[in-house]
């Protein structure tokens, strides 16, 4: 049976009140999403609204995200993402959240899609998240009332990379802190090097250079449980 992957993203597209937008990091769906491809697994989207979800991060330089936005199955689901209300956890073996800004507004309170993350973890599949993606992991609680993240060790983009891009008092709270508060054991490399992790079937990756490991460790993680 073909393995499924399901990407989350961000319906939001205005950064805070800088009148910027902002929305799902393109490169971090695009590369994880070739390391997926690569090793046989159908690829998915949902989004906290469903629709189009907005997207930041392209590069026109950046051949892999050329590819991934040239394909027509992907420009049409990206347009045309389900809730995740209609959708299913048992059809799917990993739930990755992809980053973005927009993730730290709509992430943290996506009820169902924190529900529907829970329940991928509880029937053994793996939750994997990357960047700001993890904002989506902070109010995810598991069937005996614990947060995902409890005493495990997470990444994310960390206080001194907001602090570097300058969004520090933008954004409505520090991921690093928050994730530390659930319980998390952070852990961090220095801005905007790779770094990844992998703790009891949850996955988690710093910042855009590390999406691609995140999903490597995804599919050990999948392999060894």
Known sequence: ??????????????????????????????????????????????????????????????????????????????????????????????????????TMWDFPDAKELAELAAAVYDNGGVVAAVCHGPAGLVNIRLRDGSYLVADKQVSSFTNDEEAAVGLTEVVPFLLQDKLVERGGRHTGAPNFAEHAVADRRLVTGQNPASAKRVAELALEELADA
């Open 1 to 102: 049976m073909t393995k499924k992957v399901l990407f989350a993203l961000t319906s939001h597209r205005e950064l805070g009140n800088t009148g910027r937008t902002t929305g799902f990091y393109v490169p971090e769906v695009a590369h994880p999403a070739a390391v997926f491809s690569a090793a046989g697994y159908e690829i998915s989207y949902v989004s906290v609204a469903g629709g189009a979800a907005p997207q930041d991060g392209v590069n026109a330089d950046d051949e892999i995200v050329t590819a991934f936005l040239a394909d027509p199955a992907t420009r049409q689901a990206l347009a045309t993402t389900p809730t995740p209300a209609q959708l299913t956890a048992t059809d799917y073996d990993v739930l990755y959240f992809a980053g973005g800004h927009g």
